[in-house]
Every structure is written in structure tokens, then in C-alpha cells.
């Protein structure tokens, strides 16, 4: 009977380390399903069936590249599922993509908003859109949090400034929800009922961020395993859980086992379990998206396409049609 349906494609960048090669496996282990991962460098140890191309997201060159090989090798076929989960911990000012951009916001932002856009048009029906964001685009710790959107600063970062180190982090998860509310409000991801959906994996233990600096990954190693544990005996969001339950969440979640409230796209795990809250109040600012959204285009030098204002379309589960 699998035989019969036509295959399952998916499309997904950060699947060989951490939670996302878990996800990866739970996502191959369904049948008639088709796999492309992008990733740098040759050899990856993936699973049987899956297709890795090249892919290095500080390159704008590169994601245009892979956008094309993936639509070359699917032909007519449509994507059912894009799943947009690699990122960066974050990076010092000098610390530049192939572009010139802040690396951490040209690789966890800028790089997926254009891919994104260079596959929406390959999207099927009823397809899911998956954005890894994180509770980290409104922290605790409000001296790291962003303020307002102070783009040109994010994207060429200056030492001690917003650009810069954990702050370049939590302000490109800003950018990763605000990209994925704004996708939600395309007329064209409406009218084909495109799920769009920002996942929060939460605190993840052994996520091993080794596009970082030692420093970086030390710091960010301190914080894991000291302030935010303590945060999270008050704060439930930051208790930690461990890469093979959140790569297992991901999974589901781009599966569509777990989709978001009706009208809503956040889903977040808190002490491992999906809650559904509402995005910080920045994320949620329309003018704010709009911005956003017309910026990045000028950075990765897209033609901008307009966003139709609404509510989005409420989520489907079903993604076999």
C-alpha cells in the first residue's frame, strides 16, 4: 500500500550532530520517505536513503547552489516537509560570513530566509515549514536580550555591541521567529495551506555548537551548565532536556504529530513537553516582520515579495496528500 503513495520529500539543513540527527532518524525511519540534507564537507555518517548535498550556510553562493541542486534532482516533484534546524551558538565581530555579514546572523538567519524562499515555490499542499527558533529570542536575562530590531548592527557587528557574542544568538532567534510569522502571512503559503511552524527545542544538553570558538563553546558550556539550570529551578522553559528527546520532538513536530494552536505557529518544549505560547511582543510586531523581511531580501539580494496581511492559515497534521 506504501508502494502506491507517492514519496514523502524532505528537505533539511543541521541533521548530522545533536538533536537534529536524531530527528533525522526518526524522520528516515518513516516509509516511502525521500531525504536531502545539506551539509559541509564529505563523509557524514547518515542513515541509508539519505541524500546529502553541499552545503556551507556562511555562503550565500552555497545556499543558492543547494536550493538548485534540490530542485534540479526533484524535478516535478514537490517538498512535503523543510526543515531549517543548523545554527550557531554565536560569533565575536570579526567573526564574518563569505558575504561580510555577522556570521552567527548570516548562518542561522540570513541563510534560511533565502533558502526558504528559493524552495517555497517547490512546496507542496499542505507542506510544513519548520524553523528552529528558541525560548532565547525573549531571555530571562534581559541585558542579552534584543530591544529592537537594530539589523545593521546584527549584521555587521561591532566589538561589545548587539552583534556580538550570546547577543548575536538571541537576536538571531528573533530573526528565525519573525521570519517564520511572516512566511505564515504569505498569500501564496496560505492559499496552498503551507504549515508554518517556529519550534523551541528548549535547553538541550550536548548540543555541541562546533561552528563556535573554543571560547564561545566554553561559555556557552558555562551557561548550559550553571546559570541556566538555576534559572530553570523558576523558570520551567530552561530545564534542560536531553538531544534525543528534542531531535525526537523536532521530528514530530515536522512529521506533523504536533502542530501549533489554531492560528498560532510557536511551538516550545517546556520540561519536554509542547506548549504553545505567543511569541515575545518584538517577534509579534507586523511592522517589525515587515522590516525584517524587506531587509534580509535587500541583504541576500532577492527579489522582495510582499506580504499579504491576515491571519494564518490554521495547521494541518495530514501530510501524506
Known amino acids: 500500500m506504501d508502494q502506491a503513495r507517492p514519496r514523502r520529500v524532505v528537505v533539511m539543513t543541521g541533521a548530522t550532530s545533536g538533536l537534529g540527527a536524531h530527528a533525522l532518524q526518526q524522520i528516515v525511519a518513516q516509509s516511502n520517505t525521500r531525504v536531502f540534507i545539506g551539509a559541509r564537507g564529505s563523509g557524514r ?11 556551507d550556510l556562511a555562503s550565500l553562493a552555497s545556499v543558492r547552489e543547494f536550493a538548485g541542486a534540490v530542485i534540479r534532482k526533484l524535478g516535478e516533484t514537490r517538498i512535503n516537509m523543510l526543515v531549517l534546524n543548523a545554527g550557531i551558538h554565536g560569533s565575536n ?8 555579514y555577522g556570521l552567527t546572523f548570516a548562518v542561522n538567519h540570513l541563510a534560511h530566509y533565502l533558502l526558504a524562499r528559493l524552495l517555497l515555490p517547490n512546496m507542496a499542499e499542505h507542506s510544513r515549514v519548520v524553523i528552529t527558533s528558541s ?7 534581559k541585558r542579552i536580550a534584543p530591544k529592537a530590531l537594530e539589523l545593521q548592527e546584527w549584521a555587521h557587528p561591532t566589538p561589545n555591541g548587539p552583534g556580538a557574542g550570546i547577543r548575536s544568538y538571541t537576536a538571531s532567534k528573533l530573526c528565525n521567529m519573525m521570519t517564520a510569522l511572516s512566511f505564515a502571512r504569505l498569500n501564496e503559503v496560505k492559499a496552498r495551506r503551507i504549515n508554518v511552524v517556529a519550534f523551541n527545542p528548549g535547553l538541550t544538553g550536548g548540543v555541541g ?14 551557561l548550559t551548565f550553571t546559570i541556566f539550570p538555576l534559572i530553570g529551578l523558576f523558570r520551567s522553559e530552561f530545564v534542560m532536556n536531553t538531544p534525543e528527546h528534542s531531535g525526537n520532538m523536532l521530528a514530530n513536530v515536522a512529521l506533523g504529530a504536533i502542530s501549533p494552536l489554531p492560528g498560532g505557529i510557536y511551538v516550545s518544549l517546556v520540561e519536554g513537553e509542547p506548549t504553545f505560547p505567543d511569541p515575545s511582543e518584538l517577534a509579534r510586531s507586523q511592522d517589525a516582520q515587515d522590516r525584517l523581511w524587506r531587509e534580509s531580501a535587500a541583504m541576500v539580494g532577492i527579489e522582495e515579495q510582499p506580504i499579504i496581511m491576515g491571519t494564518p492559515a490554521a495547521p494541518e497534521s495530514d501530510l501524506s496528500r
Not at 555518517?45 to 552545503?55: F, Q, R, S
Not at 561552528?211 to 556557552?220: E, I, N
Open 45 to 55: 555518517a547518515v542513515p541509508d536513503g539519505v541524500e546529502v548535498l553541499p552545503l
Open 93 to 100: 565581530a570579526k567573526q564574518r560570513s563569505a558575504d561580510g
Open 135 to 141: 525560548n532565547m529570542h525573549d531571555p530571562p536575562l
Open 209 to 222: 555548537g562546533r561552528d563556535a570558538s573554543v571560547l564561545q563553546r566554553a561559555f556557552v558550556k558555562f
